[in-house]
């Protein structure tokens, strides 16, 4: 690479930093509409009913556009898995929104070890509106961060409850990482804003259903969607904006 991310200089706080766990979502339109989302839904309508039958997906939100048949969920942090956990936990065992937020805010549920435990404050402190930054970091309400999915509550909740899972916990350019999404097919990825913080390269080798999105500068998503190159290996530089070329191996 000839160039690093924005903020390459802080990436290793957010390795193993438990205070380092952001409780909502920071992109997309800063008014917390998710109005880029038309964009995503036009996309998915316009491919083949073929490719929407079998997503393998990461993001929340996403979940009840995309409905996978298949998730993973990753992130370098630990203490930000156990905060999906504790999420799809509460999520999947809530009547309803009203019931899920008052659970969040009341810290109605249980929290087994240390981390659990810490993640569970954090997240009753935010929803109290008192979270102190040396603890966790906040912007939006839950209500805007996940708008679609509060919007099409049941069909989440069913998706998260019956939907296989695996969870990995390590960097996406990490050997680890590389080899396992490097056959993976029918994988819509939801990257988040990770290349403001590092860029790599990861392979493909079938793009056939392949896509992949990231949300960096407020309502400027980047939908970049990898069928148009099927019929060889395929590298992503994941990096501002995203790039993919075919390679010969």
Known sequence: MNAEAPR????????DHPEMVFYGTDDGC?????????????????????????????GLNLLPLWRPKRITIFDINPASITYFKIIRRVFTTSRDVSHFLDRLTNA???????QEQFVRENIRLKQ????????????????QSWQYAFENFDLTKQLLSEVPLE??????????????IRHQ?????????????H?????????????LLQIIHPEQPQL???????GGPVKVHFELPLRAERIDK
């Open 8 to 15: 390459a200089f802080n990436r290793a706080i957010y390795h």
């Open 167 to 180: 969870i990995r916990t390590e960097p996406m350019e990490s050997d680890t990482f590389s080899e396992w």
């Open 30 to 58: 800063q008014d917390g509409s998710f109005g880029e989302f038309a964009e995503f839904r036009a996309h998915y309508e316009s491919v083949s009913p073929l490719r929407r039958e079998n997503i393998h997906l990461y």
């Open 108 to 114: 109605d549920y249980a929290a087994d070890t240390e």
């Open 128 to 143: 109290r509106g008192c979270l102190p930054r040396e603890r966790g970091s906040t912007k939006r309400p839950y209500e």
């Open 224 to 230: 970049l969607d990898l069928a148009p190159l099927r």
């Open 185 to 197: 097919d029918n994988l819509w990825i939801y990257a988040s804003n990770i290349t403001q913080f």
């Open 199 to 211: 860029y790599f390269d990861l392979k493909f080798v079938d793009t056939s259903n392949v896509v």
